[in-house]
């Protein structure tokens, strides 16, 4: 047994020591998942100007991060479809805790943090029916799982938190299986949607598309201050079809769908990979790797710019306008034109960028 005195002290002293913050992990702006030329995987921290903070490996190849709202902590999850996902400490390197996802689930590949940072909530497929599953994990009881709620959707990828904990999560629609690899096995009957969950699962929202767009995948988001969200979509018909990859959307009204001229729409190859606003949520982009394209758009106007950049995909919010990564180690800054930012030799930056 402790002596009560030296318990006491034990209290006291934990609560006397320092909390670090992502000031001390070199106050990045930006996490990105990439590769170097040597094939290694990593997870960098990139600064306002481009400078690299820091450079952690990866254990296999990496696809976007969740980053604790104020511990220099993030989660890495593994390129669906995964089974794990690493809890890193950026200030050390050091991998804390290795997330598994239960028998009979996967992730896909995002995550996002409630309840000031406390819990972590993973998007998850339930292998056997297909259904959506949002994973519950305590990071004071070290990452213990404590629970799932129902995503209200197939497939569902990136995932989104309020100030005031509600989920949005984007239900992709496409049932896959470990067994099949990424194959998708449902596009006939595909029903994507935007989900507005409540912590306890309570399905508070939700927007579906009219049917002659039930193909176009809702996979990636972001939220603008006022609470606007965005949804970047991948269209799984003819990849001619110039259908519409983004959506605006806010709480209790329909949707909205922008798109550019012909010509650039079909240029985007049915294919959105990342979304962002700016800070002043004035303007939103996606981005096109498959096109070698970003789509600027006002919010107001609906007003569009388009911007060629080879193997573009990351995309986050930057102090001015917004910042974007590429296939061929490039980081750079998207105002009227695209400005270089960085440079990073024999790196690939993988599909997002993730803003603190």
Known sequence: MIPRRAFLGSLLAAASAPRLSWADAGDPAWLGAARDSSGAYLLIGLAQDGAERFRIPLPTRGHAAAAHPTAPEAVAFARRPGAFALV???????????LQSPQGRHFYGHGAFIAGGDILCTTENEIESGAGRIGLWSRKRGYERIGEIASHGIGPHEILSTPDDVLIVANGGIRTHPDHGRDKLNVPEMRPSLAYVAPDGTL??????????HLNSIRHLARAADGTVAFAMQWQGDVSDPVPLLGLHKRGAAPRLLSADLAEQMAMQGYAGSVAFSRTGAD???TSPRGGRVHRFNV????????????VCGLAPAARGLVATDGLGGV???????EPLASFSGLSWD???VAL
């Open 204 to 213: 508070l929202e939700e927007v579906v598309l009219e049917e002659d767009l």
């Open 300 to 311: 107001g106007s609906d007003a569009v710019q388009s911007l060629t950049r080879a193997d």
């Open 284 to 286: 939103v982009a996606i």
């Open 88 to 98: 890193i400490d950026c200030v050390s390197g050091a991998v804390t805790h290795r």
């Open 351 to 353: 599909n997002h960028l």
């Open 332 to 338: 750079i800054r998207l105002s009227t034109s695209v």
